[in-house]
């Protein structure tokens, strides 16, 4: 009944749920623009019904998205206002631009792009779809702004116990936001992807004649951008681990279960590790591949996380500054794994559907209808990785989790709060997903014309 343990669970489970939304708003608001922009330029009705049909799904999960992302505001004045205290100046100011520059925008337009399909020209339409997904995306990246300083703190000074804002050109050109923005616009351009290939990929086992070439046109469109995601997020990520192998050096040790000091470092390709005595009790180790991978040469060395403990101990006072290694090395392992994974279904995927083969591939298409699901597991992985890989600290550095937590909060409010959060979310997730299966099975619209 710890009230610093209960506000973390409470915050890790809202923030998850919500997360499962906001990739796919990122993912689809961009393929809905690229499809509506291939109807305005081919003249072929069959990408205005594209467009219509997936973007129900896509304005179900934004709603979802809306919705449960607004908790997370609540979050930081009631559990954690030690920490708004302590970063009120420097968080505020992107949480603001966010909601009044990209929300506003995202928001305003999205009710234009519903109902102006009849009230503007072809053109000003496709022109609000690109508005709704530069809006959708210049959101993440404020959300990012704010979260990145908690990663790598630039642009403050410390006066009177607070962090204050001293440089907001800094701020925004934190070397972690050009790192993390990418990465996770990337991973909701897979997310988008998959999730489209596998509700084609549905309709297509289905075998109905009559909606054949919407879900082939679909299907492929689908893989192709799943692909280009998948391969994006896995470059993008392979830079953004090097960068946080000088920025945050403990949380690729943790990410790697990384003990000892080598040079050059072996890469742990599996193991089991035990934390209590720092070490892995069993890992079978690539030579010199660590190195390769986080400097490109395989002579460097890279600092165990024995070493890095005593030199965090000696710059910031006694204490455990090693990240919770089981939960950092296994995330990193899910989600390259299937990151990997995805390169091969979605380029299987192009393949067979620029060969016009896919309706054979039945088995493939069984399979594609739960791998839908496989860019959500591995974001949710990623940022596991990202947020428990620089604990103790909640801004890195500068202040520790338990001193973040609000002192007046009781262990029974975070109890019934967290429970009310469970059964609205679930009733939310229930809802949400039942709409969205409902709309990505039912049959597309009618063509109003020729173009198929």
Do not use: C
């Not at 953004?240 to 072996?266: D, R, Y």
């Amino acid at each position: 009944m710890d009230p610093v343990i209960l506000s973390r669970w409470q915050f890790a489970i809202t923030t998850i749920f919500h997360f499962f939304f906001v990739p796919v708003t990122l993912g689809l608001s961009v393929f809905l623009a690229i499809l509506e922009t291939k109807y305005v330029t081919s003249g072929e009705e069959i990408y205005k019904r594209m467009t219509k049909f997936w973007g129900k799904i896509f304005l179900i999960n934004f709603a979802i998205g809306v919705v449960t992302g607004i908790v997370q505001e609540f979050h930081f004045g009631l559990n954690w206002s030690e920490y708004s205290r302590f970063m009120g100046d420097v968080f505020g100011a992107p949480l603001a631009i966010e909601g009044l520059m990209a929300f506003f925008l995202e928001s305003t337009f999205i009710g234009v792009w519903i109902f102006g399909w009849d009230k503007l020209s072809k053109k000003a339409h496709a022109g609000v779809a690109w508005l709704v997904a530069i809006g959708s995306n210049l959101s993440s990246l404020w959300i990012l702004v704010a979260n990145s300083f908690m990663q790598n703190p630039v642009g403050y000074a410390i006066r009177e116990g607070r962090a204050e804002m001293t440089d907001f050109w800094a701020l925004l050109g934190n070397p972690n936001v050009w790192h993390q923005f990418p990465h996770v616009i990337t991973a909701g351009v897979a997310i988008g992807g998959f999730l489209i290939m596998a509700f084609s990929a549905w309709h297509l086992l289905r075998g109905k004649e009559k909606t054949r070439v919407f879900f082939t046109r679909s299907f492929r469109w689908a893989a192709t951008y799943a692909l280009i995601g998948s391969i994006l997020v896995g470059l993008i990520g392979h830079a953004q681990g090097q960068f946080l192998a000088k920025s945050q050096p403990l949380k690729v040790a943790a990410m790697e279960g990384h003990w000892e000091t080598e040079a050059p470092a072996s890469f742990s390709v599996i193991a089991i590790v035990d934390q209590e005595k720092q070490e892995n009790t069993w890992e079978i180790k690539i030579p010199k591949f660590l190195s390769l991978m986080l400097f490109n040469d395989l002579k460097t060395g890279f600092k165990g996380l024995r070493e890095l403990q005593m030199e965090e101990a000696a710059k910031y006072g006694p204490g455990d500054y090693i990240p919770p290694v089981v939960i950092s090395y296994w995330s990193s392992r899910t989600m390259i794994g299937i990151g990997l994974l995805m390169i091969l279904v979605a380029s299987l995927a192009v393949w067979w559907s620029r060969k016009g083969v896919i309706e054979e591939r039945r088995w493939f298409l069984r399979l594609l209808i739960p791998a839908g699901l496989l860019p959500t597991a591995a974001s949710t992985a990623g940022w596991l990785v990202a947020e428990t890989g620089r604990w103790p600290w909640i801004v890195h550095g500068l202040q520790k989790i338990e001193d973040a937590v609000s002192p007046a909060i009781t262990p029974g409010s975070i109890v019934f709060s967290m429970t009310s959060f469970l059964v609205l979310y679930t009733v939310l997730g229930v809802v949400g997903v039942s709409l969205m299966l409902k709309y990505g099975k039912s049959d597309p619209p009618a063509a109003e014309g020729k173009g198929e």
